[in-house]
């Protein structure tokens, strides 16, 4: 099994910026994407982005790209989600995701094993 734990989370003015950070445990494999999900409150978990265990290659959706920016650090089992220029529709509950092959868009929820707690992310305007 693997275990996922994210931090970071927290109440940010818009325009600030936040780092999430996902530390994954257990029987972790090295290969696979992580990524990065919401939830807003009363909508359906959206993705956010992901990225390759290698760090090739990084996904990211239309809504975050070029504000939000992902990596990782193999040496430390660890994915981070650096959020910059946060906006209040930013506001919602952020899950770190795992899965350990490459199939599929790398962007549906239903394709990821393994899921982090989640952590609270509010953006006040």
């Known amino acids: 099994q693997v275990q996922l734990v994210e931090s970071g989370g927290g109440l940010v003015q818009a325009g600030d910026a936040l780092r999430l950070s996902c530390v994954a445990s257990?029987?972790?494999?090295?290969?696979?994407?992580m990524g990065w999900f919401r939830r807003a409150p009363g909508k359906e978990r959206e993705f956010v982005a992901a990225?390759?265990?290698?760090?090739?290659?990084?996904y990211y959706s239309d809504s975050v790209k070029g504000r939000f920016t992902i990596s990782r650090d193999n040496a430390k089992n660890t994915w981070y989600l650096q959020m910059n220029n946060l906006k209040p529709e930013d506001t919602a509950v952020y899950y770190c995701?795992?899965?350990?092959?490459?199939?599929?868009?790398?962007?549906?929820?239903?394709?990821?094993?393994?899921w982090g707690q989640g952590t609270q992310v509010t953006v006040s305007s």
């Open positions: 257990g029987r972790t494999s090295r290969s696979g994407i």
């Open positions: 990225i390759s265990w290698g760090g090739g290659s990084t």
């Open positions: 995701a795992a899965k350990s092959d490459y199939f599929g868009t790398n962007r549906r929820a239903s394709e990821y094993r393994y």
